[in-house]
């Protein structure tokens, strides 16, 4: 009777799974279109917003170019340790017995090898860090030449930057001919 009972239930679960997969793949509401409606991206003609995203990501790669000198310094300062460590190793190998000294300087060397593993990859981080900021470099001018151009390369920020140079800037007044064939502002 259980067994029924459950096969009954698992064939109930499944045939309600197919009939909400199906009527979840049926367009509803949106008339005689049954075409599925893609997300429109949208389509940035904004400038001004096209150079924001171009700082920010500039910022990123800033952040980025931060973290990973700050990992060189970390490794900088393991592989100091690691040197002092070899050295000090290699000063107490002196006061020992020959056959631990060996040992002591086998230590020591592994600890020198190490370090300077560590360093090398300090000096990666640092070259990725440079490249970072010359990347972020990079697309700040891009962003700053986008600007320019939008502006006709007046130069003046036009108004992206500097929002009073927009507002302070008026047309100049229409020029009026009189009788005697002056022009009156």
Do not use: H, Y
């Not at 096209?50 to 900088?76: D, G, H, I, K």
């Not at 340790?81 to 290699?90: F, V």
Request: aromatic share 4%; proline share 5%.
């Amino acid at each position: 009777m259980k067994t029924r009972l459950f096969t009954l239930f698992g064939v109930a679960a499944f045939g309600l799974t197919l009939a909400a997969g199906s009527a979840s793949a049926c367009p509803v509401g949106q008339g005689d279109d049954i075409r599925p409606r893609r997300p429109v991206a949208p389509v940035v003609n904004n400038v001004s917003l096209q150079a924001s995203e171009l700082f920010e990501r500039a910022s990123r790669l800033e952040t980025a170019a931060a973290s990973r000198e700050e990992s060189a310094r970390s490794r900088e300062m393991q592989a100091d340790t690691l040197a002092n460590r070899a050295r000090m190793i290699r000063n107490q190998a002196v006061l020992v017995g020959f056959s631990d000294r060996e040992n002591m300087m086998a230590v020591a060397e592994e600890l020198v090898i190490r370090a300077a593993d560590m360093r090398s990859r300090a000096a990666e981080d640092r070259a990725q860090a440079s490249e970072l900021r010359m990347q972020a470099r990079t697309l700040r001018e891009r962003a700053v030449q986008l600007v320019r151009l939008q502006n006709g390369g007046n130069g003046n920020g036009g108004g992206w930057r500097n929002k009073r140079a927009v507002r302070d800037f008026a047309p100049p007044p229409p020029s009026r001919p009189t009788s005697d064939g002056t022009t009156v502002l």
